[in-house]
């Protein structure tokens, strides 16, 4: 099933859609098992003069997978193989189709993990993650992605390949590399930094009477000195619809949820929880819980991973925003969320990695409704404007992608834009990798394109 | 603009809404894990029903090819953070597939003819038992060693009135499997319950033909299953058949799987069973796990007798899947390698030659993992407990 370039209609137009509520029409999407066979579809392009994508599972959320009219989907889930695991070193090489939950089962063995944890992570894949940064939960004591890459073989849009590390090259490029949504090649095998699983665990449950209480105790938490592995919070119509659907024993009455994890040797877990008790209890918590075993910790997990998709059950269609903004204005921006959202007539949920400020607005709707997703966008747009103005920026894990990119100018100036287009250019001088993404439009000469208008469903 | 299509008429507009496109079931698909192809994966399958429905695609060879490598395991169910009720947009739609070419389905129209009119059946189990002796039989048919005579089902002793049980003995399982309806009895009797046997009377269940998309012919099957006045509980040794009589005698009769049944006994059974100090796999079925959500009840009955190994594969299907192994040999084969993967992986990991044995509580799943390449001993868990009786 491999080396064949697929051009079926249905294949091209499952190609065309990712997480989002985008959509693209390619020309035709392969699935290479091989670096070579990259090398050859991304030559390929290249000859024809048509642009080319790299797609992973397919869980953007931000339309980074969403290829330009008539490109080539260089889908590479066929190559899933986990090359090498060195225990000693905590380390191991993987190719880009290679599923992140997967990779952290396997290492589990060794006892092992790979730190970045997106909500995605069961179905999302590692070469995914690389193109996009990804965070998640954890990511607050262990770093995003770019913390845990160690090497990267990539195939470059000129079809040359080259490696990036720290040690064997003039410039460290993997930097740079690392979350340029898919815009400077593609990588091919990834060489990952493995992180040990902790002897001890502590995951607590603790409820609010209102968000801002919440956010309080979360800026003391930190404040405190301790850096939880995980800080989450849910408010409450999120929380109730998770509930449903995972029984984790989420406190239904509470405005907001926290959800703290700490982990290491077992007297720090001990002393930690105690603190966090304390902490806790002195903004207000009205309900404090601790996971007792393993399957109820999982169970927390499922829920707060999962949450997003749990909308479903209240309107058919979501918006899963993602902006950052400081710790200390997170109540005052959620408010202003709620009020945004009421004022274009939409119901909204919250959940969010409160430990890095990072806010998940989710805005429902049923885009059959007539007029509905004009009133998404103008809310989207408008909640980028508040974030932003608080002092935050545009995306915390999501990636700019084609949903954020006419943003860009909000945050950047024209000479920061110009620099970025500049060192995109030097990977990809002819704009064929993933082109019209991020930079928007403008901010360079190769990047004149606009979206078809089509391409917002 | 869509433009309407008589195609998927059937399938719920609701239902296809609940998709919200986000991926989370994809690494739960078997068909999506062996091809990485998003046109093997439930979101895709989804996605082209919704535009095929709508009319903004048409019925191509790739689309039915797609909605027919479903193996319907419904593994994707459990996984939906949404909720969505994939077995109600996918079990029409594979119904009027059928429905639109009858030609080309008639070896498997024949097939299931033969499982459910069971004289028929026994006649070709012998033949084929023949032809095994002789090597006659091409590997591709994948067909398990069948019987050439069937173990006769002794007079068990009517030990008491209020506990009665009626084993439903079913079509491939009384054929080929009945080793596993004398271990039930046994079993059954050891925990002081009389077994009535269902016996030809009730046939087949029909599970195979609704599985397989022809839903008139499994109603008509479902229809003949007589309603006994006695209301006694149905014990089903078959994963694929108890999911299936539950819903057919959902209004006069507690249908329950074996497993589940001897997990209500599980402190008798702690009496009954001794420790036999070796390793078991369980692989479970399907319609076990998925669609009855019976999974730790196994892995606790075994581990009475047995020291119980998981495999680390999110209880992917092993291809089996009905009939789908023979009408899409290529895809259930692909499927079943990556099962048998995982075994051999486990059985290496520990030292290989204390496993003595893998698990499976449904014909299907015994019968396509017995004719792969695999060498390790597969049962049922009835027989593994039965032998464990002290």
């Given amino acids: 099933m491999s080396g064949a370039v697929h051009i079926n209609t249905a294949e091209l137009f499952l190609a065309g859609q990712d997480g989002s509520n985008m959509m693209g029409s390619p020309l035709g999407v392969c699935y290479p098992t091989t670096t ?17 994508i790299a797609r992973g599972a397919g869980t953007g959320l931000a339309g980074g997978a969403i290829p330009e009219a008539g490109s080539l989907v260089i889908c590479l889930t066929k190559m899933n193989k986990i090359r090498s695991i060195d225990a000693n070193r905590r380390s191991a090489w993987v190719e880009p189709g290679v599923l992140n939950a997967d990779l952290s089962r396997q290492t589990s063995r060794e006892g092992l993990h790979f730190a970045p944890d997106p909500s995605s992570q069961q179905s999302c894949t590692i070469g995914g993650n690389v193109a996009n940064n990804s965070g998640g939960p954890h990511c607050l004591s262990e770093g995003v992605t770019s913390a845990h890459i160690l090497s990267l073989e990539v195939v470059l849009p000129s079809g040359e390949t080259c490696t990036f590390d720290a040690e064997t090259s003039l410039f460290d490029l993997r930097g740079a590399f690392i979350g ?35 956010a309080l105790a979360v800026s003391a938490i930190i404040a405190h000195g301790i850096i939880p592995s995980a800080l989450e919070m849910m408010d409450a119509p999120i929380t109730r619809a998770v509930e449903e659907y995972v029984h984790a024993g989420f406190p239904l009455d509470a405005a907001a949820t926290l959800i703290v994890e700490i982990d290491g040797l077992e007297y720090s877990v001990i002393d930690g929880s105690r603190q966090i008790r304390e902490i806790v209890s002195l903004f207000g918590a009205t309900s404090f819980q601790v996971a007792e075993t393993a399957v109820e910790r999982a169970r927390i997990w499922k829920g707060r991973k999962t949450a997003f998709g749990a909308i479903a059950r209240i309107q058919p269609n979501y918006y899963l925003h993602d902006t950052v903004v400081p710790r200390k204005k997170l109540a005052e921006v959620l408010s202003q969320v709620t009020a945004i959202a009421t004022q274009e007539q939409l119901q909204v949920m919250n959940v969010f990695h409160a430990g890095d400020g990072n806010l998940h607005p989710i805005l429902m709707f049923d885009k059959r409704v007539a007029g509905v997703m004009d009133r998404v966008h103008r809310a989207g747009a408008e909640i980028v404007r508040v974030s932003l103005e608080a002092g935050g920026v545009l995306s915390g894990e999501h990636g700019i992608g084609l949903e954020k990119r006419d943003f860009m100018r909000w945050m950047f100036t024209e000479n920061d834009l110009l620099f970025q287009q500049k060192l995109r250019s030097a990977f990809d001088p002819d704009g064929i990798s993933n082109p019209h993404k991020v930079l928007p439009r403008g901010s360079g000469c190769s990047d004149t394109a606009s979206i078809p208008p089509g391409s917002w469903i | 603009m869509s433009i309407s299509s008589p195609h998927f008429q059937f399938v719920n507009e609701e ?40 009319g903004d695609m048409e019925l191509t060879k790739e689309v039915v090819n797609s909605l027919d490598t479903c193996i319907q395991c419904m593994g994707c169910e459990p996984a939906c953070p949404s909720g969505v009720q994939y077995h109600n947009i996918i079990s029409p739609v594979k119904t009027e597939i059928h429905q639109r070419r009858y030609w080309r389905d008639i070896p498997l129209r024949f097939g299931l003819y033969v499982v459910s009119h069971l004289p028929l059946l026994r006649l070709l189990t012998r033949i084929i038992s023949v032809f095994q002796v002789l090597k006659a039989v091409p590997k591709r048919l994948q067909i398990p060693r069948v019987p050439f005579r069937r173990q006769q089902l002794l007079n068990y002793p009517h030990l008491s009135r209020e506990k009665e049980v009626i084993l439903f003995t079913g079509c491939v399982m009384d054929a080929w499997y009945r080793n596993v309806h004398e271990d039930t009895i046994t079993l059954l009797n050891a925990l002081g319950y009389s077994v009535v046997i269902s016996g030809d009377e009730y046939g087949c269940c029909g599970a195979l033909h609704e599985h397989a998309g022809f839903t008139k012919t499994a109603e008509k099957i479902q229809g003949n299953i007589p309603r006994s006045t006695d209301n006694a509980t149905i014990i089903v040794n078959s994963a694929g058949c108890s999911a299936s009589l539950k819903k057919t005698f959902k209004d006069s009769h507690e249908v329950l799987d074996i497993n589940e ?50 495999l680390d594969d999110d ?41 003595r044995y893998v698990s ?31």
């Fill in chain 1, 36 to 52: 070579a066979e990259v090398q050859n579809a991304v030559r390929w392009a290249r000859s024809k003069g048509v642009p080319f």
């Fill in chain 2, 261 to 310: 049944f001897l997990y209500r006994h599980i402190s008798d059974l702690h009496k009954l069973l001794i420790h036999r100090k070796e390793k078991v796999i369980i692989q479970e079925p399907c319609h076990l796990r998925h669609v009855q959500g019976i999974s730790l009840e196994v892995t606790e009955l075994l581990g009475i007798a047995f020291d119980v190994v998981q």
């Fill in chain 2, 15 to 54: 239902d296809l809404n609940t998709c919200v496109n986000c991926g989370l079931c994809l690494p739960h698909c078997p068909t999506y894990r062996v091809t990485g192809e998003d046109i093997y994966s439930p979101r895709g399958r989804i996605n082209l029903i919704r535009s095929v429905k709508h």
């Fill in chain 2, 315 to 355: 209880g992917l299907c092993c291809g089996a899947g009905g009939s789908f192994s023979f009408s899409q040999p290529e895809m259930a084969n692909a499927v079943r390698g990556r099962k048998i993967a995982e075994i051999t992986r486990v059985i290496e990991s520990i030292s290989p030659d204390s496993v």
């Fill in chain 1, 180 to 214: 340029s949504e898919g815009m400077f090649g593609i990588a091919t095998a990834i060489e990952v930094r493995l992180v040990q699983n902790p002897p001890h665990v502590a995951t607590m449950v603790v409820g609010f009477a209102s968000v801002h209480d919440g």
């Fill in chain 2, 360 to 390: 499976s509580a449904n014909p299907g799943c015994l019968s396509f993992l017995s004719s792969s390449a695999i060498n390790i001993e597969i049962q049922h868990p009835v027989t593994l407990l039965k032998q464990s009786l002290r």
